[in-house]
């Protein structure tokens, strides 16, 4: 079982960066593949970025190349999501996820976060 608490949403204005944190909970930490979501109001739920288990491998979703970097730290049981240059429309409700298989597709993720609010003003 693996725990994830986000933290690190709020809001801000447009060009300006944030850093989402995600704990985890569980010794098994390490062997997950992690994963970045969001969903915005009245629209699903998308990829946003990617981390294998080892950190050596890190995918993203085209909207958010280049302006977003995964990290993990495994003796910290953390993850973490940079994002600079923010634009109005990365507002939405960011969820950290564990799963068994590195990937951008949501339903390979087995654990969830709560989610924590990221809102960008124009």
């Known amino acids: 079982q693996v725990q994830l608490v986000e933290s690190g949403g709020g809001l801000v204005q447009t060009g300006t960066s944030l850093r989402l944190s995600c704990a985890a909970s569980g010794r098994t930490f390490g062997s997950y593949a992690m994963g970045w979501f969001r969903q915005a109001p009245g629209k699903e739920r998308e990829f946003v970025a990617a981390?294998?288990?080892?950190?050596?491998?890190?995918g993203y979703a085209d909207s958010v190349k280049g302006r977003f970097t995964i990290s993990r730290d495994n003796a910290k049981n953390t993850v973490y999501l940079q994002m600079n240059s923010l634009k109005p429309e990365d507002t939405a409700v960011y969820y950290c996820a564990a799963g068994e298989t590195y990937s951008g597709r949501y339903h390979n993720y087995d654990y969830w976060g709560q989610g924590t609010q990221v809102t960008v003003s124009s």
């Open positions: 981390i294998a288990w080892t950190g050596g491998s890190t």
